[in-house]
């Protein structure tokens, strides 16, 4: 384009020579000038405007470059007020202070779980048994013993007792983790009657004899963790306790005298409460198994429902053992816990308590409680219950026996 613009103008000035020289008279060399004259003259005026124009653009050009500029500036001195402002901020304690907060939020809805729970339980466990009362206060029947009270009472002036034991074993190992001291009475005709069958129902009468029982298991479980002691072979035993002993400030006191004066067996004894005694305990009951846990005794829970517990609040009371029954649990682990089944055990061991499960009656079941990483269990398929071992009895008036026969 810049070329026909040239071409153009060397024509014009061509004209203009032939139009000098046949017009105005002039000589070739005249004309000839006239034309050179011409071209340059209107090159040079085009030269001078190019160059104008293209002066104006860069001119323009520098003016939009420093507009950019300019916005550039303010765009980075914004950017860097606001990377101050944020320096300035104490983003650390903020986020120590979010954290708190979402820790009290998730220790809140646990909690808030675990109450639902247990009033869900505490209603369908009303809903289910009749209650009967007894030292003025309801309590709740949770079984019909079929052996009359009168039978036991009779039983127990003849001393026609009988203490077995059933382990409590490690898995895979199946090594003895701690023994259950259960006491079974003779009726006569070779019937052996089990706890479920003779234990009294709460009431006046059957508290007394209630404590009478569970007096003369903590006498044998002292006797038989003391034998084990000076035999060089240590055993930690189990033994049941109900609110019958504990609501009897007199029993208690009696008790503790015994362990008092057995201090260095304390740490291998555990007192057994059913589950849901123990979330009945009253202000009285509270405080009489605070002074038990006092002189080192240990507490189990067993017959538990549920496994949505404040478990740093029951490791603080003393609880060291809580036993769920296998068949429940394994048919629904989730109605015991949100957790997983394969990490219910090490979330319960973090705060030193021992979860056992309980009633295990075939192999099959060990082989699903090694899938879930249980670590304890207890049941016939493991160790029955039975008589303690002979040459671990004694003789003498201390009749101490110490493990059970596999």
Known sequence: MQGLVYVFMGLCGLAIGVAG??????????????????????????????????EKRLEKGIEELGRLLSTD???GQVLSQRVNTLVNLDIGSRLDVMEADMSVLGTVVRQVAEAVSELESSRATEAEAPTAGGNGKAAIIRHIPTVPLHTVKMALDEGRLLHHVQPVVTLPQRKIHAYELVL????????????????????AEGDIVLRRIERILADEAVKIVRRGRLAGNPVRLLTRLSLATLSDKSAVDQLIAVLAGNRAVTPDMCFLLDHADFGDMDRLETDMLNRLVQQGITVGLSSCHSLRLDFAGLAGRGVRYIAVDAVEFLGNPTRFSDFHASDI??????????LVMSGISNEQQV?????????L????????????REDLRDDGNDDLRSAATN
């Open 21 to 54: 020289y046949y017009l105005l008279a002039l000589t070739p060399v005249e004309s000839t000038l006239l034309a050179i004259l011409a071209t340059l003259t209107a090159v040079i005026v085009h030269e001078q405007r190019l160059r104008r124009r293209a």
């Open 73 to 75: 500036a303010q765009a």
């Open 184 to 203: 079974r009475l003779m009726l006569g005709k070779g019937n052996i009657a089990d706890p479920p069958d003779y234990m009294p129902v709460r009431n």
């Open 345 to 354: 055990n090490d979330y319960v061991a973090r705060f030193g308590i021992n």
């Open 367 to 375: 082989l699903a409680l090694l899938d879930d990483g249980i670590k």
């Open 377 to 388: 269990a207890q049941g016939d398929a493991l160790g029955p219950l039975g008589p303690l």
